[in-house]
C-alpha cells in the first residue's frame, strides 16, 4: 500500500515549513508507511505523555525539537511531568532527577502547548467532544477520550503525540476509523448486584479483569444496570488499559458508539463472548493485592489524577476523623483540580487530616517516595499494577473508604461485604 | 545442532544475533523494563527479573503504558536494550522508539514479526540471527 501525502504534507516533510516540522513529520510518514496507512488525517486536538521524564533520550529529543522552534499546531495539553515543578523539595527528589526533568518541562511548555501537567485531560473543559479526530498519549486518557467521549485517537505513545501536535496530522488508521472501532469481545455481566455496580470499588477491578481477558482487543460490556460516573469510568480505563493494551471499550446502552448490542459490533458477532461471574471478580480483586502483610507505610490516591468529586468525597470521609501518626497519605492531582478544591473550601479538612498533595506528576513518574515507605494503600488498579515493578513496593488495593480506615487505623483494612454475595 | 528457518516481516530492519527470550505474554517496558539495567522487572510477567539486554526479545505484543516507547529509546541510547525485538504484529510502540532512535543515534533497533505459527516454535536459549531480509534462524 502506498501512503498518499498532500502538497502541504510534502513541503513539512521537505523542511519548507522550518526543520521541527521536518523532523516530526519524517517520523510520522515512516510509521504510517510501517502501518499501512493510506494518508494522514488533521487533528484537532494533542495530549503529549512524552513530558514524562525517563532519562537522557527523551530529554535530548524534546530540547532538539524546542531548539528548532518547534510550535504546536492545534491546541495540546501536556501530561505529567517528572516533578512537581514547585514542590519536589519537599520530597525525595534528587536534584540530579530534578533539574533534567525540569528542563524537559520546559522545552514541551515553549512550544506552545497549555502546562496542564496531568493524565487526566479529560477532567478540563477544554475535552474534545464527540467524534473529533484527535491525538493523545497516555494509556487512561486514550481510553477515555476513545470509550467515553467518542472521540478519536489511536493508542499513541510518547514521543509521537508531539509529532503529531507540530504537525496537525496523524496517520490515517486503526481507531481514527469507524471501520476499526467496532468491539471484538462480548463480557456479560452475570449477577452482579446493583449495589456492587454502584460502588466505585466495583471499577478498578472490573477494569483489571477485562484488560487482562481482552488485551489488545476490542471489550464490550454488557449488562450494566447504571450509568458510571466520569471517575467510574476513569478507574476502570485506567486498569484495563495498565492489565491490558485497551485502547477503546464499549458499554451497551452507556457508551456514545453502543446505543445497542448490534451498534457495539457494527452488526458483526463478537468473536467471543465471556461471562463475567463474581468469582473472577474476586480473583480479579484478590491480584490486585501485592502484598503479604497488614503493615502499612502510606496511603497514596489520585492515579489517574484525582478530580473534583473525588477530593470533595474524601474530604467528607475523614472529617471528624484522626489519621494515624505512622501513615502517610498522599493525593496526587493537577493544579486545576486543586484550584477547584480550594475554592470549595475542603482543603484544610484534608490537610488537618494529615494529607499531602502532589501536583504535575505522581508517585509513579517521580521518584518522590523515600526508601522507608514500603508497604502502600491505594484505590487504583493502575497504580497498584505498576508500583511493584516501578517502585518495587508492596502495595494493597481497596476502596477510598478502605483507604481512609486504613489510613486511620495504622494498618490494612479491607471490607470484605461487598464481594462475599 | 538443529537449524531452523522462519520467514519474518521486517518492521525495522537491521542485523542481530542473540540468545532468546521467549514469553506469550505481552509486557509494558514502562514499569516492566529497567533501562539502567535490561531487566524485566514487571512483577506480574512470565520474564520477571530476566535480563533482556542484548538478548532476542519474543513478546507477542505490549500493553499498557505509553511510556513504552520512552524507555526502550532511552534504553537504546543506553546500550541495555534488546539486540532485537520479535512480535506477532507491528507494534507502534516499539517502531517509533526504533525509527526516533535512527533520527537522533543513527542506531535502529531490528525488528521483526512473526505469524503466531512461527512466534510458538520460538523457545527461550534458542540462538536466533536476524538477518536484513527478514529471516530468523533457529538454532539449538
Known amino acids: 500500500m502506498t501512503l498518499n501525502l498532500t502538497e502541504k504534507d510534502y513541503a513539512m516533510l521537505r523542511g519548507d515549513e522550518g526543520a521541527a516540522k521536518k523532523i516530526a513529520m519524517s517520523i510520522i510518514v515512516r510509521m504510517a508507511e510501517i502501518s499501512n496507512a493510506e494518508n494522514l488525517l488533521s487533528i484537532v486536538g494533542a495530549h503529549i505523555d512524552s513530558t514524562v521524564y525517563i532519562g537522557d533520550a527523551g530529554l535530548e529529543f524534546a530540547e532538539k525539537l524546542a531548539s528548532l522552534g518547534a510550535k504546536v499546531a492545534v491546541p495540546t495539553t501536556l501530561n505529567v511531568s517528572g516533578i512537581d515543578e514547585h514542590h519536589w523539595q519537599e520530597w525525595a527528589v534528587s536534584s540530579e532527577w530534578a533539574n533534567p526533568a525540569h528542563r524537559q518541562m520546559i522545552a514541551y511548555q515553549s512550544m506552545g502547548t497549555s502546562p496542564t501537567w496531568t493524565c487526566a485531560p479529560y477532567q478540563a473543559p477544554t475535552k474534545p467532544a464527540f467524534g473529533d479526530q484527535i491525538a493523545w498519549g497516555e494509556s487512561n486518557a486514550i481510553v477515555f477520550a476513545n470509550s467515553v467521549i467518542g472521540a478519536r485517537t489511536e493508542r499513541y505513545p510518547d514521543l509521537f503525540d508531539i509529532c503529531c501536535a507540530i504537525t496537525g496530522r496523524a496517520p490515517a488508521m486503526g481507531l481514527h476509523l469507524t471501520e476499526n472501532r467496532a468491539g471484538q469481545i462480548l463480557f456479560r455481566l452475570l449477577n452482579i448486584s446493583t449495589e456492587l455496580q454502584k460502588n466505585d470499588v466495583f471499577y478498578p477491578v472490573l477494569g483489571n479483569l477485562i484488560g487482562k481477558l481482552a488485551l489488545d482487543k476490542i471489550p464490550v460490556i454488557d449488562g450494566l444496570q447504571i450509568r458510571p460516573t466520569d471517575d467510574q469510568f476513569k478507574a476502570f480505563g485506567a486498569g484495563a488499559a495498565s492489565s491490558g493494551g485497551v485502547a477503546l471499550f464499549h458499554v451497551v446502552g452507556i457508551t456514545p458508539e453502543a446505543s445497542t448490542l448490534e451498534d457495539a459490533f457494527h452488526d458483526n458477532e463478537p468473536a467471543q463472548i465471556i461471562d463475567v461471574t463474581m468469582d473472577m471478580l474476586r480473583e480479579s480483586r484478590q491480584a490486585l493485592n501485592h502484598t503479604n502483610s497488614s503493615k502499612l507505610d502510606m496511603v497514596a490516591v489520585g492515579c489517574p489524577h484525582l478530580s473534583l468529586v473525588e477530593y470533595k468525597k474524601l474530604a467528607s470521609l475523614v472529617k471528624g476523623k484522626e489519621k494515624h501518626p505512622d501513615v502517610q497519605f498522599l493525593i496526587t492531582s493537577n493544579r486545576a483540580m486543586t484550584q477547584l478544591a480550594q475554592e470549595a473550601g475542603i482543603l484544610p479538612l484534608l490537610k488537618d487530616f494529615g494529607v499531602k498533595i502532589t501536583v504535575d506528576t505522581c508517585s509513579l513518574t517521580s521518584p518522590m517516595l523515600p526508601p522507608e515507605i514500603k508497604k502502600m494503600m491505594t484505590n487504583s488498579a493502575k497504580h497498584s499494577y505498576y508500583s511493584p515493578g516501578l517502585l518495587g513496593k508492596d502495595v494493597a488495593f481497596g476502596s477510598l473508604e478502605d483507604c481512609v480506615n486504613s489510613a486511620v487505623a495504622g494498618h490494612i483494612i479491607q471490607d470484605e461485604s461487598l464481594w462475599k454475595k | ?140
Do not use: C
Request: charged content about 25%.
Open chain 2, 1 to 140: 545442532m538443529e537449524k531452523i528457518v522462519l520467514e519474518g516481516n521486517i518492521v525495522v530492519s537491521g542485523e542481530a544475533v542473540g540468545v532468546a527470550l521467549v514469553a506469550n505474554e505481552p509486557l509494558s517496558f514502562w514499569g516492566g523494563y529497567d533501562q539502567k539495567t535490561g531487566e524485566i522487572i514487571d512483577r506480574r510477567h512470565i520474564l520477571s527479573g530476566k535480563i533482556a539486554k542484548d538478548k532476542i526479545l519474543a513478546i507477542p505484543f505490549t500493553r499498557g503504558s505509553s511510556t513504552t516507547t520512552a524507555v526502550l529509546l532511552d534504553a537504546i541510547r543506553a546500550k541495555t536494550a534488546p539486540a532485537a525485538i520479535i512480535t506477532t504484529d507491528t507494534d507502534f510502540f516499539f517502531a517509533l522508539a526504533s525509527i526516533v532512535a535512527d533520527e537522533l543515534f543513527s542506531s535502529p533497533l531490528s525488528l521483526v514479526t512473526l505469524n503466531e505459527n512461527d512466534f510458538a516454535i520460538l523457545k527461550t536459549d534458542d540462538e536466533i540471527q536476524i538477518t536484513n531480509d527478514g529471516k530468523v534462524i533457529i538454532s539449538r
